[in-house]
């Protein structure tokens, strides 16, 4: 059974940094193109980051470039996301997902494109 399991989420105050993981069990997403989405109440999921399969192409939403670094290590099989400078805004349940389709070029930045998802970790950002 494919799993991703997210965690490194949790409160800190505004300004603060947070390192989520996302580790994949059950099969490999070394050719796989991964992203990271958020959802806060009441709101639609939206795309944060993403890398591509080889890792050399990432893809950032604008609210976070210059913030979040999306990086992988394909030998673990886990995608990180760095967040640094976090704002209130940023509170959300965090998740990560798999793209479908093995060595896509490019980055998608859709939930609809992504086949594989874990169950989400909380990010809360007090100020």
């Known amino acids: 059974q494919v799993q991703l399991v997210e965690s490194g989420g949790g409160l800190v105050q505004a300004g603060g940094s947070l390192r989520l993981s996302c580790a994949a069990s059950?099969?490999?997403?070394?050719?796989?193109?991964m992203a990271w989405f958020r959802q806060a109440p009441g709101k639609e999921r939206e795309f944060v980051a993403g890398v591509s399969w080889s890792g050399s192409s990432t893809s950032y939403a604008d609210s976070v470039k210059g913030r979040f670094t999306i990086s992988r290590d394909r030998a673990k099989n886990t995608v990180y996301l760095q967040m640094n400078s976090l704002k209130p805004e940023d509170t959300a349940v965090y998740y990560c997902?798999?793209?479908?389709?093995?060595?896509?070029?490019?980055?998608?930045?859709?939930?609809?494109?992504?086949?594989?998802w874990g169950q989400g970790t909380q990010v809360t950002v007090s100020s």
């Open positions: 997902a798999a793209d479908p389709v093995v060595r896509r070029t490019v980055v998608l930045s859709t939930p609809q494109s992504y086949g594989s």
């Open positions: 059950g099969r490999t997403f070394s050719s796989n193109a």
